[in-house]
């Protein structure tokens, strides 16, 4: 209640509608599986386009997993979304270090790629992450002009053209400074490094290592900064970071520009997080004398000979990955896997393409078992689920057998697609790869295009050349009815998705388009009523619940979602003293009741032919 403590005019805001609540989006999916690069812990990385998927992960070339070669399942699957109509997927990195030790983090160090040991051996660049992709990385570090002229005299501290951490060399007579050849040998003396920074009159000096400032009338020439070119031969790929400073305190020292993060001492990403490298340091400069000592030292170190071009190594994809690994553990910056991806909760579809390279049939029972529980965990996902490549009309049905459940469709067959790295003669003219990626595209096209109410089937298959399998009526009438959607190819029509059931045993929720309407109202409702919380509970709060949702329900049957040729036969709302006790009331529940009448597909539409006459009626 406002207070009026002295006579005067009160201009107060107040509300005349309900408040409303936002659909939630439905067409985001989440991915779990092995790829040739990026994160492997922490956040899920979102990904709008295969370009931007092959700038965080690498390209869609082979994994040498244990010195085998299997097939890049995650980053096909990523490209047949975007292919299919996708639009967003967070995408969750899964890696298995070669030779574990049981300390993760030095585990997946151990698998990075690096550089030469520089400093004495106490600093390298190393790949950010780990991945065989990173031996195709090349550095070169060349000396760069600026171009940025001082003028005036050094010992009246006139200098322009200078930012605090800038490198200038002299040669020790008071002449101007010899520049540093770009691409050339460095010819370096360190004793002839100057820094320039700030002095307490908040004027630039320049001083040496030891911290002595230069005090001689010398004009001063162009600054001396680094150049670094980072390159992947196998991608076309070029990083050129220019204008880079060796020592700590600059805005563009080379140890902050291309740090590591650590997220559990404090240190955040880099500004670049698609970087593909980081300065590996044995001892953090801290001193104001051990960071001069550092930025002489590397600037030397970096332009000798043996430094300037550097090709990594060491780099290893690691092994196959395990049920375990899929699974995740960890939260926050430590998540893994399919925990990591539960950090998201815009993320509306699951799947496990990368499972695909598991060859123990258990192991990918047990993979499809998890994505189901963190659905059915969750609530307000869906999963995506495929059966093995080789299955047949057998086997696939002991497939669905393993599993029950509401929030998860399994889609048989595999598709066969034009393989991407027959272009440049590193593969077989074609590839066969599991349907997950294709599916969740067209979930997302069919969301977009019509609402998640329309069951995305009938819908052509975008990139295919054929399916693994040839599945006929016959066999359909036999997989149909056990849940198991199928992809068929209908001359005239191309290959279409010819199934929209859950894998449910509950007659209720046949329809996956049923459960995700369900999931979409759900979470909607859920999101979009959170400031009641709190709120006196009484019958004013009553009715602005009951508005609120009937409003949202009111759009929602407008587009064709619910049944029923008037909003009062789609849905109603309760939220009274008939939906609540005096008991509840006592406990602080507000309990609202709320029915819906879904569309379900026409999964079979009849047609009834008769033969008719001038003089015959319809009885």
Known sequence: MPEYLAPGVYVEETSFRAKSIEGVATST??????????????????????????????????????GALVNNYLAHAVKLFFDNGGQRVYVGRVFRPMNPTGNYDQDVDANRARGNDMLGGS??????????????????VNGFRSGNLL???????????????????????????????????????????????????????????????LNIDAAVASVQKILLTVAVQCQGREDIYQGLSTFPNSEVSIASVLRHEDPDNGIEPPTDRTALVFLELDSVPVSDQQKRDFAVDFLSSALASNNRKQTFSSGSDGQVCSPAEFDGDGDGHDARGLNALAEEEDIAIVAAPGAAGLTDPNHRQAVRNSIISHCENLKYRFAILSANQNADQSQIGSIRAEHDSKYAALYY????????????????????????????????????ERGVHKAPANEVVRGVLRFSRNVNKGMQDVLNPEGINCLRFFEGRGYRVWGARTISSDPEWTYLNVR???????????????????????????????????????????????????SE?????????????????????LVCLIGVAPTKPAEYVIFRIGQWTADASII
């Open 516 to 566: 995700r309407l369900f999931i979409f109202l759900e979470h909607s409702i859920d999101r979009g009523t959170q400031w009641a919380v709190f709120e006196p509970n009484n019958i004013e709060l009553w009715l602005r619940i009951r508005l609120t949702i009937s409003s949202f329900l009111t759009e929602v049957w407008r587009t064709g979602a619910l049944m029923g040729a008037t």
């Open 151 to 213: 003028i005036g005299q050094v010992g009246n501290r006139q200098l322009r053209g200078l930012r605090p951490g800038d490198m200038v060399e002299f040669d020790g007579t008071g002449a101007k400074p010899r520049e540093i050849a770009q691409g050339g040998p460095a010819a370096l003396t360190p004793a002839n490094i100057r820094i320039a920074q700030l002095n307490n009159a908040n004027e630039f000096e320049l001083v040496d290592r030891n911290g002595q400032v």
């Open 123 to 140: 600093a390298r660049f190393k790949a950010r992450y780990p991945g065989a992709l990173g031996n195709a990385i090349n550095i070169e």
């Open 29 to 66: 999916a989440g991915f779990v599986g092995q790829c040739r690069y990026g994160p492997v812990k922490g956040a899920p990385v979102l990904v709008t386009s295969f370009d931007e998927f092959q700038r965080h992960f690498g390209g869609i070339e082979q994994l040498s997993l244990q």
């Open 569 to 589: 036969e789609a849905f109603f709302v309760r939220c009274d003293r008939s939906t609540m006790s005096q008991s509840d009331l006592d406990n602080g529940r």
């Open 413 to 448: 067959p595999w598709l066969v697609v034009t393989n991407p790295l027959n272009a440049v003669g590193q593969g077989r003219d074609t590839v066969i790869l599991p349907p997950d990626g294709a599916i969740a595209g067209i979930y997302a096209r069919s969301d977009i």
